[in-house]
Nanobody
Framework: QVQLVESGGGLVQAGGSLRLSCTTSGRTFSSYGMSWFRQAPGKEREFVATISWSGGNTYYADSVKGRFTISGDNAKSTVILQMNSLKPEDAAVYYC?????????????????WGQGTQVTVSS
């Protein structure tokens, strides 16, 4: 059994910052990379950012590029999402996810393991 646990969500004013963390525990598995997704009420879950352990490559959704930074430590099975200049439209439940292959990092179906999510609320 693999568990992913997110933390760091909360309420912040527009323009503020939050730092989300995700840690992995349980059965050891070969992780290709980890990502953050988010889901706002009434909307589909969408890709936010990803990091690949091989080479440390990172990719971002256009909506967060320049404001969010993903980082992580494969040895510690931890991924961080630093969110700056938050906007009301960033409010959502944020999920971390881990994948064991390198294909289609933006596709939910590419992920093998998911966390339970952490709520981010941004007040205007």
């Amino acid at each position: 059994q693999v568990q992913l646990v997110e933390s760091g969500g909360g309420l912040v004013q527009a323009g503020g910052s939050l730092r989300l963390s995700c840690t992995t525990s349980g059965r050891t598995f070969s992780s290709y990379g980890m990502s953050w997704f988010r889901q706002a009420p009434g909307k589909e879950r969408e890709f936010v950012a990803t990091i690949s352990w091989s080479g440390g490559n990172t990719y971002y959704a256009d909506s967060v590029k320049g404001r969010f930074t993903i980082s992580g430590d494969n040895a510690k099975s931890t991924v961080i999402l630093q969110m700056n200049s938050l906007k009301p439209e960033d409010a959502a439940v944020y999920y971390c996810a881990a994948r064991t292959s390198g294909t289609n990092y933006y596709n939910l179906r590419s992920y093998d393991y998911w966390g339970q999510g952490t709520q981010v609320t941004v007040s205007s």
